[in-house]
């Protein structure tokens, strides 16, 4: 079946890289997605990475595939307490691109 | 460009009652999807629209539930009779092509929905 793990927790100080982990099920899946919900907001699509792709930058973003093991990880460098938030990894599950989501990383940022 | 929109952002309703949630997605969007999260559970999927059709509607949980997009505009998602076990933050997420696998979803800020 499909399903997406990733920790629930993690906790960083301000100005310290963050790595958040995933690991996902469905081989198929064309592209992987990283959602991030500040506290009374919708998800806000960070980023993705197409499957034949290792890895991806975007400012202090890094994510990298390993399609091997199905493992997805989304770095944040230099992290700011603005950064404090729900993150979510996704696969492309669904036959019309419907999204298939981990339970969601919490994380906090210590001044 | 306004993004997508849910009302209420809140409800809190007794069991046996029903509620209607809306959602306007961005204008222009063909496709339309509902999500629900169950607390400390994942998003789950619900169901797709492309315009006014259901495209998929295998993640809906019964038939407690119905969804319209009635000229393929706004959704409304209807729980009736509301169950306690239908307590989540509903999402709301539109993307622009019809046919487009790949194409970014925008979400809404959810309805909180208790079930009391």
């Known amino acids: 079946g499909e399903d997406v793990e990733q920790s629930l927790f993690l906790s960083v100080r301000e100005g310290d890289s963050s790595v958040i982990n995933c690991t996902y099920t469905d081989s198929s899946s064309t592209y992987l997605y990283w959602y991030k919900q500040e506290p009374g907001a919708g998800l806000q699509l960070l980023t993705y990475i197409f499957s034949n792709m290792d890895m991806k930058q975007d400012q202090r973003l890094t994510v990298l595939l390993n399609k091997k093991d199905k493992h997805l990880s989304l770095r944040i460098a230099d992290t700011q307490t603005g950064d404090s938030a729900i993150y979510f990894c996704a696969e492309s599950g669904g036959s019309q691109g419907n999204l298939i989501f981990g339970k969601g990383t919490k994380l906090s940022v210590k001044p | 460009e306004a993004g997508v929109t849910q009302f209420p952002s809140h409800s809190v309703i007794e069991k046996g009652q029903t509620v209607t949630l809306r959602c306007d997605p961005i204008?222009?969007?063909?496709?339309l999807y509902w999500y629900r999260r169950v607390m400390g559970k994942e998003i789950k999927f619900l169901l797709h629209f492309v315009k006014e059709s259901k495209q998929d509607e295998s993640g809906m949980p019964n038939n407690r539930f119905l969804a319209e997009r009635t000229g393929g505009t706004y959704s409304t998602l209807k729980v009736q009779p509301a169950e306690l076990e239908d307590s989540g933050v509903y999402f709301c997420a539109s993307s622009r092509f019809r046919d487009s696998y790949t194409d970014t979803q925008y979400f809404g800020p959810g309805t909180r929905l208790t079930v009391l």
């Open positions: 204008s222009g969007h063909d496709n």
